[in-house]
């Protein structure tokens, strides 16, 4: 038995230490439920002319140069979560981090007490202060620079699951892009984009699960990967 003691101990503290991280609280909804009818939350940001509030990432990155200014990295962080705990209960003009032109334009941010508890808001900060980051907006926009760089079905397959019922299955949950290719040969792209939009059930009775509906691929992008599923169904 004595052997099988430190693995034990090392499961107790991987235990612990993920329950004193999440809290059970999602730093991502509350974010979400918390703060979206004044930020936009989107990575890379969002603008308008009528929003309430600059957006999420730009007020973070904000704070987070500010604190960054001869501080030791590593106390950065809880800089940034106590004054993100402190400013949303009690908004002050003179505590902002904001200029007086930006407080100008939107006035004051209202106190959001009673909308949000202390622990909510330490959720919330964790979670901004990761997520809101210049070199992850750099990977995010080189990565979207990469997928508009491929052509249309490319582009489906790099964002979308097809591939892991209609490739890496190899026909065993989903008819293979050749089955429904063949299939559709003569009929042309017009009933596989249908099926992608609406989702399919039933059309292929030896397999069982249904085919979730795609609503947010463009019209390129669905004949790309409508011409391609065609291109995989002919004879060679
Ligand atoms: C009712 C609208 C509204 C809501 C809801 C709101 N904010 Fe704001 N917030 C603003 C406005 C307006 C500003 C800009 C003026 C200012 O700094 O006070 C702002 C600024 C901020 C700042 C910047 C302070 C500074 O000095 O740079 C932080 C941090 C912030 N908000 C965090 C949050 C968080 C976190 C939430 C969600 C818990 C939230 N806000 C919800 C309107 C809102
Ligand atoms: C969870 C697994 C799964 C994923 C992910 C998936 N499919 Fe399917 N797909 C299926 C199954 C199963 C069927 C057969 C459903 C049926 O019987 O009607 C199907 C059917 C289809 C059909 C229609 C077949 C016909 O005969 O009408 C097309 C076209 C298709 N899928 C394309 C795609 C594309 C494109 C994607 C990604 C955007 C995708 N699928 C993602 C499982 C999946």
Redesign the pocket.
Known sequence: MKRFFPLSILLIFTACSNQTQTHHYNGEKLTQEKCAACHNLDMPPKTSDTEKAPPLYTVTVHLKEWMAEGANPSDVESKFTSFVKSYVIYPDRDNSYCTKEMLDKYGLMPSQKGNVTEEELDAIAQYIFNRYDQMKLLEIMQEHAKIAAMPPAEQ?LAI???K???VAAGGK???T?AQ?GK??QTQGTV??IK??THG??????Q?T????A?TD?TPKQLEG??KY?LSKGKKK
């Open positions: 489906v979308k699951d097809c892991m019922c209609h949950i989903a008819p892009f429904i299939k559709y009933p596989i099926a992608i399919s059930k039933g059309a292929w009775p397999y699960i249904p085919m979730r795609y691929l990967i409508a599923i």
